[in-house]
């Protein structure tokens, strides 16, 4: 296998999932699962995880059958990460029952040797001490964007302070925003953020899509909408996947790249809710991924009449 | 003056309006206002609505001033309709503090001769047996709209539902579009509008934009990001004021221009937030809102890129 072009660091995982159609335990899911599922659509992806000695093979076939490069997916005694979820009527707010980190306690993330010059880096929501640890191997990096959450926020707030400079994009959602600027204005948070050293601010807000903010370009994307959502498990993920993916596809960074790559998160996203887990996205390919795109476009699209 | 090509019926009134960093009595307001204020920048526009012997000068001035015919604005023995709101923090949520219809509780709305073969009619949010009423009185209507809510969905869903088939498009949050279909997902709301005879299904979703959804065309109209929202009074009325009166200035009510038609209102609910009351509203001109047209138009273009 040649090397990737696109390295992700993230949790692989199994998943209790309760909605008010269906409750299914020990569904494969994580951040890096769902990524990654997306991104090697449009570009050579490869994991960098840990799973206990119950991950199933089946599992690993499926990813390795996808084309994803499991070099980095390291297997250790133990079990795999567990989370537990469920959520309301309207699929909109989420309860997490229960999280066990397991084998994931002492993830110390490796980049194998084909994984070190990798241009385009994805830094899913870990410990951002881990973050900075991976950043520090990659000898090569052209872009690099990372996802946090609340809980590293309060939790590790010098950490994430000191990886800012050393990205290019933050994935992160409007109240995670809000909670780690301390502004309630999304421009001005991702002013913030600019200030604070990282160019590109990817603010997320769920079924409402999302809004990139450069330095000089403001650019707004509405999510797909759909009539039959199954669940929003990895639709995070899998909207990065499917934007960093895209960029790595490209191999450019330039605005008009980020407003293509951030439509076909959107895309990879509204997939990805469509089936119970990680189903749909286990399943796409990148002429259904266009055909999509180019019905996203009807729909944003205004024309340039002159009043 | 010629007769107006857009009319409104709705509400003028004084709004007391209390926001985090202000609070302010008799605040001019209204359904009608916003909209009319709004429409005007685009299209003649004509006010049926009632006020009361209270209404002061200034505010009628100030609506004539603006170009926007007061044929139909009567004035009863009596005091001005009167509205309370409080904003949350966020400028998201508002409680209702008081509701006083005063002369507005015995509108009866007469459209006078020179507006009644106006072609573009906007029904604000009134009771839906008026609405039928004002529909009755039009001779040449062309597109005809309007605006409703919880408590005439709850109140007379009969004169609601055979008012759809007669009106080319209903605006509506997305709350009150649950409440009114049964349905809970935005695309299985407006079929069921189109099948009980509405063709367009304009569903607001306040900050996060609006959906238009047409029986053969989606679309979706983010909102205009900005950094300093003053108060989110009117914003749906001027919202609508900006769609309508864009319809009415093309005179032309195609795919495409519905499509330019709600960019435009969604600039024009934007200059509404910026100020307190209908302030920024009074001050718009055609340039302006062509200006922030433009930058809508750069921050939700995709480039037809081919993955």
Redesign the interface.
Known sequence: MSAPNLVVVGSVAYDSIETNARAEKDVLGGSATYFSLASQV?APTGVVAVVGNDFKPEHKHLLAHRGIDLAGLVTEAGETFRWGGKYD??LKDRETLFTLLNVFADFSPKLPESYKSAPYIFLANIDPDLQLDVLKQCTAPKFVALDTMNFWIQGKPDSLLQLLPRIDAIFINDTEAFELTGQ?????AARWIHQHGTPIAVIK?GE??A?IIAKDD?????AF???D?ADPTGAGDSFAGGMVG?LA??DDTSP??L??A???GTIAASFCVQEFGPGRLANLD?AT??TR?RE??S?????????
């Open positions: 449009l009527d309207e309630r204005n999304l421009l001005l807000k409402h899509g809004v403001v650019m707004v994307v509405p909408l759909l009539t959502v895209a596809r490209l008009d790249s407003r293509t951030a439509a076909v990148l991924m266009q795109l996203f476009w729909r944003i699209r205004i024309p340039g009449t002159v009043l």
